[in-house]
């Protein structure tokens, strides 16, 4: 299975401040032959289902604010949250799918300094 | 709009049943793949099941596997999960998911607590 690690556990960000979520695979989430990698990120606020922000590792979904960007490729993966606002404050996770079994990141807790 | 709202958890002894439902709307339920995600109390996301849009094609997390059974009734917009010989270690939140273009999870239901307890 591959094995997805994040760093780090939490961190805390001033308002309009820049936060970075680092994501690394056990092996690479690359696909050899659409040259797509196989990563999501989701954001999970207290009480709430997780919430999709990004797919192929840079595709943000439909309605999430363009201050949320993610980048990488293979095995190293970034979630940036270029100006943080008070909503933001969740658990974020990154998730690999494919090959199966489909796995996720331990996730990271970002709050307001 | 999308919508999934799960159903049936509830709290069992070890070794006991359950059958999880989830009703969806707001798209073409047939032409979606469908998932069984699970979080433990004050833990991570797992990947527990997933089922083809036709309900032919299905696969299993190992932890689940030959206890757990993934099914769908296309023409009730459903989603189910039977779990069988369920194990402490089983208790979490179960969401419901839609698939995307692939196997990312587009859209989630609220969850329904499973406890598993003795």
């Known amino acids: 299975d591959i094995v997805m690690t994040q760093s780090p556990d939490s961190l805390a960000v001033s308002l309009g401040e820049r936060a970075t979520i680092s994501c690394k695979s056990s092996q690479t989430v690359l696909h050899s032959s659409n040259k797509k990698n196989y990563l999501a990120w989701y954001q999970q606020k207290p009480g709430q289902a997780p919430k999709l922000l990004i797919y192929?590792?840079?595709t943000r979904e439909s309605g999430v604010p363009d201050r949320f960007s993610g980048s990488g490729s293979g095995t190293d993966f970034t979630l940036t949250i270029s100006s943080l606002q008070a909503e933001d404050v969740a658990v974020y996770y990154c998730q690999q799918y494919y090959p199966l079994p489909f796995t996720f990141g331990p996730g990271t807790r970002v709050d307001i300094k | 709009e999308v919508q999934l709202v799960e159903s049936g958890g509830g709290l069992v002894q070890p070794g006991e049943s359950l059958r999880l439902s989830c009703a969806a709307s707001?798209?073409?339920?047939?032409?979606?793949?469908m998932y069984w995600v699970r979080q433990g109390p004050g833990k991570g996301l797992m990947w527990v099941s997933r089922?083809?849009?036709?309900?032919?094609?299905?696969n299993y997390a190992d932890s689940v596997k030959g206890r757990f059974t993934i099914s769908r009734d296309n023409a009730k917009s459903t989603l189910y999960l039977q779990m069988n010989s369920l194990r402490v270690e089983d208790t979490a939140v179960y969401f419901c998911?839609?698939?995307?273009?692939?196997?990312?999870?587009?859209?989630w239901g609220q969850g329904t607590l499973v406890t598993v307890s003795s």
């Open positions: 192929w590792a840079s």
């Open positions: 998911a839609r698939g995307g273009e692939n196997d990312y999870f587009e859209y």
């Open positions: 707001g798209f073409t339920f047939r032409s979606h793949w």
């Open positions: 089922i083809n849009g036709e309900g032919r094609i299905t």
